[in-house]
């Protein structure tokens, strides 16, 4: 009998990748996306005629009820947040209404239509914050340093408990910074392998930066949907810390990306304080032992080879933006009637 699976946040990078996937496994597709003026369908273009799209709000208890009894998932997978960590300073209540109360309603939804309905809540390794130990493992204690953060603990601690009061099968992956040529420009990985394709081809001058000393564990998203299933296959609901368990300085990732077109960042990278957060997350390195020895799973990709195709995607990309900058200009300016 062939499973149905709900996306909240299909449209972004990791509703994109899990899509894909769960495609792959025979899945009935379903995903949400908010309402826009002009919505943003790119990543998941290529999947328009195998998925189907609703759209809905998380902060919209009605509707999200509505979806789900309309639906009847058997999997429900919740990516969909205020995800940048940067706005969530300028956005403290929509973040908190978003990442945080989304997750109850969700929540609230799938208990009062089926308590069946497997649930996957997408945690986040900002949860642990001013760590506490190093590596970051299941049983850190959580130390969140911004609104990002604390919302993520919200909805991680609710899945917790409605697991506990309601024997639902909620889990919870504590993912680490997972990253693809997908990823918003918002952020910091993907900033930086878009403007060193850019300085490559003579589109931009400088890239300007804040930390380059913070550390963080990054994998590559396409491998962690497959974690985020894995977790809904199992005999027992359960929480598991997602990661590579090797940590880099952006300084690193920076080396690496202009490496690979063969420039010199010392020439190119500016710092700029305007880019410090409020509150510093300095070193964040998963154990994710227990992923590997009950799950069965391991990241397939490393952070040069994430590195690698994230640069050569932006490459692509601004060539073709050099391209119709040059078809433009070559075009013969029209008289005026």
């Not at 973040?95 to 986040?124: H, K, M, P």
């Not at 760590?131 to 991680?156: C, W």
């Not at 997908?182 to 001058?205: C, H, P, S, W, Y």
Request: charged share 25%; aromatic share 10%; hydrophobic share 35%.
């Amino acid at each position: 009998m062939q499973r149905t699976a709900l996306i909240t946040g299909i449209t972004g990078q990791d509703g994109s990748y899990l899509a894909e996937f769960l495609l792959s496994k025979g899945y009935e597709v379903h995903g949400t996306y908010r309402r826009a003026s002009t919505p943003t369908f790119d990543r998941i273009h290529h999947l328009i005629d195998d998925i189907h799209i609703h759209q809905t709000d998380l902060t919209d208890q009605a509707s999200l009820y509505k979806l789900v009894k309309r639906v009847r998932p058997s999997e429900v997978y919740n990516l969909a947040a205020q995800s940048f960590v940067g706005a969530s300073w300028d956005q403290v209540l929509a973040t908190g209404d978003v990442t945080g109360l989304g997750t109850a309603r969700i929540l609230e939804a799938i208990r009062c239509v089926d308590t069946g309905i497997r649930f996957y809540q997408a945690s986040s390794s900002e949860m642990f914050g001013k760590v506490h130990q190093t590596p970051q493992l299941e049983t850190t204690p959580l130390h969140p340093r911004s609104p990002y953060g604390v919302a993520k603990v919200y909805s991680h601690y609710l899945t917790i408990n409605y697991r506990e009061s309601y024997e639902m099968f909620a889990c919870s992956g504590i993912l680490f910074n997972h990253e693809s040529p997908r990823r918003g420009l918002e952020f910091v990985t993907r900033k930086i392998t878009n403007a060193v394709a850019r300085i490559k081809l003579g589109l931009q001058d400088e890239l300007r930066l804040g930390n380059l000393e913070a550390k963080r564990d990054w994998g590559f998203a396409g491998d962690y949907v497959e974690a985020m299933w894995l977790m809904l296959q199992q005999d027992t609901p359960d929480d598991y810390v997602i990661g590579t368990g090797v940590t880099s300085k952006v300084g690193e990732f920076v080396e690496l990306a202009f490496a690979e077109v063969d420039l010199d960042p010392s020439k190119y990278v500016v710092i700029d304080p305007q880019f410090y957060r409020p509150a510093e997350v300095d070193i964040l390195l998963a154990d994710p032992t227990k992923a590997k020895t009950q799950l069965g799973w391991k990241p397939k990709t490393d952070l040069k080879q994430l590195v690698q195709m994230m640069v050569q995607s932006d490459l692509e990309q601004a060539e073709r933006e050099l391209a119709l900058q040059n078809s433009e200009s070559s075009q013969p300016l029209r008289k005026a009637a």
